[in-house]
């Protein structure tokens, strides 16, 4: 059974060592239900998947895409990559408040 969680984020620029990364950050009760959603995964499975990434279904706008959201400080953020593909289909920049829903998988 997957889980559709919506939240109105801020768009964020990080420059790392290999290129610039857009990204918006989960928090507060967006973050607990991915966490926890990780827990069970892990008690179900045994396993825990790379980086404690959580697989979902990404939409911003009119774009979905299947992805992963990545933790952060121990599990009380989590990270959404979004392409340059996502960035100039939905016409985003840095700063932008973003509609996004994930589908827990």
């Known amino acids: 059974m997957s889980e559709t969680l919506s939240a109105t984020l801020p768009l964020t620029r990080w420059q790392g060592e290999r290129g610039t990364y857009h990204l918006v ?4 009760d967006v973050a607990e239900q991915v966490a ?3 827990r069970i995964e892990r008690l179900e499975t045994g396993a ?9 279904f990404a939409r911003i706008g009119g774009t979905r895409w299947k992805t992963s959201v990545f933790p952060q400080a121990k599990q009380a953020e989590w990270v959404l990559l979004v392409s340059k593909k996502v960035m100039r289909a939905e016409d985003l920049a840095e700063g932008d408040a973003v509609v996004v829903e994930l589908e827990l998988l």
């Open 48 to 56: 825990r998947r790379g980086f404690g990434s959580v697989k979902v």
């Open 25 to 28: 950050t989960l928090t507060g």
């Open 36 to 38: 926890m959603h990780a």
